[in-house]
């Protein structure tokens, strides 16, 4: 290693979780971005991520300058069906970034849903917070309300509640509440602590009943409750620092004015709310 990479890697932080916390891309997609000699430090194209910088190092993206480091924010979204959940795709289908307010800053998705799945999505301009929230160490469960073909009974569905697998793949146990059945479909709430592809859809296909809707109603604390189709709202600061953990950012990384930088966006109907249960309550789950 060169000597000033060696001096380098001694103070700072790596670029790529520099980059992720600027809201650039997850730290592996920074690599693969360095790898294609898009990232440049000081003026010199890096070709390793072998890298530590600081605040006083000029970094460049595709030639545009690195905004300094933000405090990390968390936004709810309620994802309509129909939308990738994707920076781009490669069929032109529109994203849920296409849709998103102007106003708000780059964001990156906490997880997925799919592209005919809807309901609650986590946005942050953090990729560090990002990666936190996708690793299932932080024991979190996903709650799903899913509408399914088919008829339910308990004997149905204990494989789901044990632990089933789908072609060759173990699925961890889920809780599984029968809600009521209702013509030819059948509703449930399903909870899991792992996010595979397509899931709940592959493992209620195993049992004999195919999806033909799925809601997610939380992820963790943060509830879906009545944010409308559509509408996103910034969880508040405090609240997100209590539920993660996460120290107060110094005001000096901070705007004037005290808040965090870029408004504060609520695009949805109804009553201001946190999107949080802090006493095990949901607010206000959809069961359509």
């Known amino acids: ?28 997609e920074v ?30 993206v595709d030639n545009r300058p690195v905004a300094a480091k933000e405090p990390a924010r968390l936004w709810r979204y309620h ?23 102007p106003e708000l800053p780059r964001v990156m998705s906490v997880g997925r849903l799919d592209l005919t799945s809807e309901g609650l999505l986590l946005l942050t ?24 073909n088919g008829n339910a009974s308990d004997q149905r569905l ?48 195993e049992v004999g009943l195919i999806v033909n809707r799925l809601i997610r109603v939380s992820y963790g604390p943060f509830q879906l409750g009545d944010l409308a189709r559509g509408g996103v709202e910034e969880i508040r600061p405090k609240i997100l620092r209590d539920q993660l953990g996460l120290k107060r950012e110094p005001e000096a990384e901070r705007p004037q004015g005290g808040r965090p930088n870029g408004p504060r966006v609520r695009v949805q109907s109804g009553r201001n709310s946190p999107g949080v249960s802090l006493r095990g309550k949901k607010r206000g789950s959809r069961n359509s």
Do not use: C
């Not at 990479?5 to 790529?16: H, L, T």
């Not at 560090?128 to 160490?137: G, V």
């Not at 789908?166 to 479909?185: C, L, T, Y």
């Open 125 to 148: 301009n953090d990729g560090e917070l990002k990666r936190k929230l996708e690793l299932p160490s932080t024991g979190w469960v996903r709650k799903y309300r899913v509408r399914a």
């Open 158 to 205: 204990q494989p789901l509640r044990d632990g089933i697998t789908v072609g060759g793949e173990r699925f961890q146990p889920m809780s599984v509440d029968f809600d009521k059945q209702s013509g030819a479909n059948v509703w449930l709430t399903i909870g899991l602590r792992e996010g595979k592809n397509r899931e709940i859809r592959r493992a209620l296909e």
């Open 79 to 101: 994802k309509p069906a129909g939308l990738v959940t994707s920076a781009r795709d490669e069929k032109g289908r529109a994203t849920v970034f296409d849709r998103l307010p």
């Open 1 to 28: 290693m060169p000597a000033h990479m060696e001096k380098d890697v001694k103070k700072g932080e790596r670029i790529a979780k520099r980059l992720a916390r600027a809201g650039v891309a997850s730290r592996r």
């Open 31 to 60: 690599e693969r971005m360095i790898e294609a000699g898009r990232v440049i430090v000081n003026g010199k194209k890096l070709d390793s991520p072998a890298l530590n910088v600081t605040d006083v190092d000029d970094i460049l």
